[in-house]
């Protein structure tokens, strides 16, 4: 699989940018192992948002 080292998501609305930064705050801070489909939904949500998505870093096979 592989997965970058730096993911950036560029937003043109500040209230876009703090909502999605909520709601994927609220699934990283919490410890459970299995996050609900709502709580992915949330962030997906927020995410299609995003004006523009970037990846830097090595991407490893």
């Known amino acids: 699989m592989a ?9 043109e609305n500040q209230e876009d940018a703090l909502r999605f930064t909520l709601a994927a705050g ?5 410890q ?6 709502e709580d ?3 962030v997906a949500r927020e995410m299609v948002r ?3 998505i ?3 870093g090595t991407l490893n096979p």
Not at 32 to 37: A, E, G, Q
């Open 40 to 42: 992915l939904m949330k």
């Open 26 to 30: 609220s699934v990283l801070a919490d």
């Open 54 to 56: 970037t990846a830097k």
């Open 3 to 11: 997965a970058a080292n730096q993911v950036v998501l560029y937003f």
């Open 50 to 52: 995003a004006s523009r």
């Open 32 to 37: 459970k192992p299995n996050h609900t489909v």
